[in-house]
C-alpha cells in the first residue's frame, strides 16, 4: 500500500530506505525544537507552548509535504525568521509578540493565495539569483552576531558598538566546545550533529552545577498560553504591512531555494530542470505557516537539512511522513527542551549561520553590478539587526547601479516594483 501510495519502487528507493531516511532527517534538524522556543522565550512567549507549536506545526507541514506533495523534505519554524520575530520585530521595533504573529498569519495566508495563483512562481523566478544567495547569506550572519552575543563571546560597547566579552566565563567555554564538536561531527558525517552538541553541552552545564537540571519525559505543556493568540487587528496596522511584507518575502524566496536545491541533490528535477508539483510543495509550505502562527510560532518553512535524509536515500513523501510522525513522538520531551540553556543553543546558531553564509561563494565578483547588492545585502542584516532592512537595501542598490550602468534591461520588473516600495517605506520612517 505504501509502495502504490508513494511510488517507492518507482522512485527506485524502498520502504525501510525511507523510514531510515526519514529518522535520519529528523535527527539532523531536531534542534530546532530546543532552539526556537529559546529564542521565541526572549520575545516573551511561554517556553513550554512554543516547544508544542514548533512540534505541531513542523509536524503538520511536514506531513502534508509528504502526503499532498510526495517529497522528502521536513518542515519547520524557520531560522533567522524566529529571530527577525523577536529580535526584530517584538524587541527592536517594540510590538507585542500577539501582534508579530499576526503578521506571520497574514503572511501565510498571502503565502497560500500566492501558492494556488500562478504568481508566487512568477516572483520566485523574476528576482535575480545572485540576491537570492545574499539574502541566504545574510540571514546566516544576522543569526551568527545572535549566536556570538548568546554564547558571551561578543558584548555591547559604549565607543565601539561591540567587543570581545568574557571568553573565560565557563558558559562562554562550554559553547566553544560545542562549536568545535558540532563541526567535527558534521565533518565526519554523524547524523544529528547539532542536536548531539546541544545535549552535550546541557549535559556538561548541569554536571558542572553552570545551569539547574530538569526532567526529561512528561506529558506536553499547555498550549494555551499561545494558541489562536494572533493579533491579526493589530497587524493590519499600516506600520507593520513593511513587517508582513519581510516574513512574505524571506520565507518565499528561502523555500524556493530551498526546495529547488534539495530537488537537484536528490535527482527530483525534471528534464527541464524545474520541479514537478512545485505548487503542491508549496502549499505544504504556506500551510504550516498558517497553522504555525495559530497554533504560536513564527513562520514554518522548508529545511535545508532534508538533504541529509536524501542522502540516506530518502526520494519520496513517505521519508517526509516518517519526519512527521518523529516531531509528534517529540512532544513528550518538552522537561529536556526546558533543560537547554542559551549558550548550548548558541553553537547550533553558529553552524547554521556557517551553512548559509556560504551562498556568498556563488555570487558572481567580476560584475560590480552584482557583487555590491549583494554584499550590502549580506552585510546590512547584522548591521542592522533586520533582515527586511537589509533585504530593502539590497534591491534598491540592485536596480539603482544597473540602470546607472546602462544594464536597466537585465533587471526584472518584480524587482522594480519590490526596490520601489521600500523606498516608500524608508521615505516615511
Known amino acids: 500500500m505504501l509502495d502504490?501510495?508513494?511510488?517507492?519502487?518507482?522512485?527506485?528507493?524502498?520502504?525501510?530506505?525511507?523510514?531510515?531516511?526519514?529518522?535520519?532527517?529528523?535527527?539532523?534538524?531536531?534542534?530546532?525544537?530546543?532552539?526556537?522556543?529559546?529564542?521565541?522565550?526572549?520575545?516573551?512567549?511561554?517556553?513550554?507552548?512554543?516547544?508544542?507549536?514548533?512540534?505541531?506545526?513542523?509536524?503538520?507541514?511536514?506531513?502534508?509535504?509528504?502526503?499532498?506533495?510526495?517529497?522528502?523534505?521536513?518542515?519547520?519554524?524557520?531560522?533567522?525568521l524566529n529571530a527577525y520575530f523577536t529580535y526584530g520585530v517584538v524587541l527592536g521595533m517594540g510590538y507585542t509578540w500577539q501582534v508579530g504573529l499576526g503578521a506571520v498569519f497574514i503572511s501565510g495566508v498571502l503565502f497560500l493565495i500566492l501558492s494556488i495563483l500562478p504568481v508566487r512562481e512568477w516572483i520566485i523566478n523574476a528576482i535575480p539569483a545572485g540576491l537570492k544567495r545574499a539574502i541566504s547569506a545574510g540571514i546566516g550572519l544576522f543569526l551568527a552576531i545572535i549566536a556570538l552575543k548568546n554564547a558571551g563571546w561578543v558584548v555591547d560597547h559604549p565607543a565601539t558598538l561591540v567587543t570581545l566579552g568574557d571568553v573565560g566565563a565557563p558558559s562562554a567555554l562550554l559553547a566553544a566546545a560545542g562549536f568545535i564538536?558540532?563541526?567535527?561531527?558534521?565533518?565526519?558525517?554523524?547524523?544529528?550533529?547539532?542536536?548531539?552538541?546541544?545535549?552535550?553541552?546541557?549535559?556538561?552545564?548541569?554536571?558542572?552545577?553552570?545551569?539547574?537540571?530538569?526532567?526529561?519525559?512528561?506529558?506536553?505543556?499547555?498550549?494555551?498560553?499561545?494558541?489562536?493568540?494572533?493579533?491579526?487587528?493589530?497587524?493590519?496596522?499600516?506600520?507593520?504591512i513593511a513587517i508582513v511584507f519581510a516574513f512574505l518575502f524571506v520565507d518565499l524566496f528561502d523555500t524556493a531555494g530551498t526546495?529547488?536545491?534539495?530537488?537537484?541533490?536528490?535527482?527530483?528535477?525534471?528534464?527541464?530542470?524545474?520541479?514537478?508539483?512545485?505548487?503542491?510543495?508549496?502549499?505544504?509550505?504556506?500551510?504550516?505557516?498558517?497553522?504555525?502562527?495559530?497554533?504560536?510560532?513564527?513562520?514554518?518553512?522548508?529545511?535545508?537539512?532534508?538533504?541529509?535524509?536524501?542522502?540516506?536515500?530518502?526520494?519520496?513523501?513517505?521519508?517526509?511522513?516518517?519526519?512527521?510522525?518523529?516531531?509528534?513522538?517529540?512532544?513528550?520531551?518538552?522537561?529536556?527542551?526546558?533543560?537547554?540553556?542559551?549558550?548550548?543553543?548558541?553553537?547550533?546558531?553558529?553552524?547554521?549561520?556557517?551553512?548559509?553564509?556560504?551562498?556568498?561563494?556563488e555570487i558572481d565578483w567580476d560584475d560590480v553590478t552584482e557583487m555590491v547588492p549583494a554584499v550590502m545585502t549580506a552585510i546590512a542584516m547584522p548591521l542592522t539587526f533586520s533582515i527586511a532592512t537589509g533585504i530593502g537595501i539590497g534591491f534598491i542598490t540592485y536596480a539603482g547601479i544597473k540602470v546607472l550602468a546602462g544594464r536597466g534591461s537585465d533587471v526584472p520588473l518584480a524587482v522594480f516594483v519590490i526596490a520601489g516600495a521600500f523606498i516608500l517605506k524608508f521615505a516615511l520612517i
Open 181 to 240: 564538536l558540532l563541526a567535527v561531527l558534521d565533518a565526519r558525517k554523524i547524523p544529528g550533529a547539532i542536536i548531539i552538541a546541544i545535549l552535550a553541552v546541557t549535559g556538561a552545564g548541569v554536571a558542572l552545577g553552570i545551569s539547574p537540571a530538569g526532567g526529561l519525559v512528561s506529558m506536553p505543556p499547555s498550549l494555551a498560553p499561545t494558541f489562536m493568540q494572533m493579533d491579526i487587528a493589530g497587524a493590519l496596522n499600516v506600520g507593520i
Open 4 to 80: 502504490k501510495f508513494f511510488g517507492i519502487t518507482d522512485a527506485g528507493s524502498s520502504v525501510k530506505t525511507e523510514i531510515i531516511a526519514g529518522i535520519t532527517t529528523f535527527l539532523t534538524l531536531a534542534y530546532i525544537i530546543f532552539v526556537n522556543p529559546a529564542i521565541l522565550a526572549d520575545a516573551g512567549m511561554d517556553k513550554g507552548a512554543v516547544f508544542v507549536a514548533t512540534c505541531l506545526a513542523a509536524a503538520i507541514g511536514t506531513m502534508v509535504m509528504g502526503v499532498v506533495a510526495n517529497y522528502p523534505m521536513a518542515l519547520a519554524p524557520g531560522m533567522g
Open 259 to 361: 526546495l529547488v536545491g534539495l530537488a537537484h541533490r536528490g535527482n527530483l528535477l525534471d528534464a527541464d530542470g524545474k520541479l514537478p508539483r512545485l505548487r503542491n510543495a508549496l502549499l505544504a509550505d504556506s500551510t504550516a505557516t498558517v497553522a504555525g502562527a495559530a497554533l504560536g510560532t513564527s513562520t514554518t518553512t522548508t529545511y535545508i537539512e532534508s538533504a541529509s535524509g536524501i542522502r540516506a536515500g530518502g526520494r519520496t513523501g513517505l521519508t517526509a511522513v516518517v519526519v512527521a510522525i518523529c516531531f509528534l513522538l517529540a512532544l513528550f520531551f518538552s522537561p529536556l527542551a526546558g533543560t537547554v540553556p542559551a549558550y548550548a543553543t548558541a553553537p547550533a546558531l553558529l553552524f547554521v549561520a556557517c551553512v548559509m553564509t556560504r551562498g556568498m561563494a
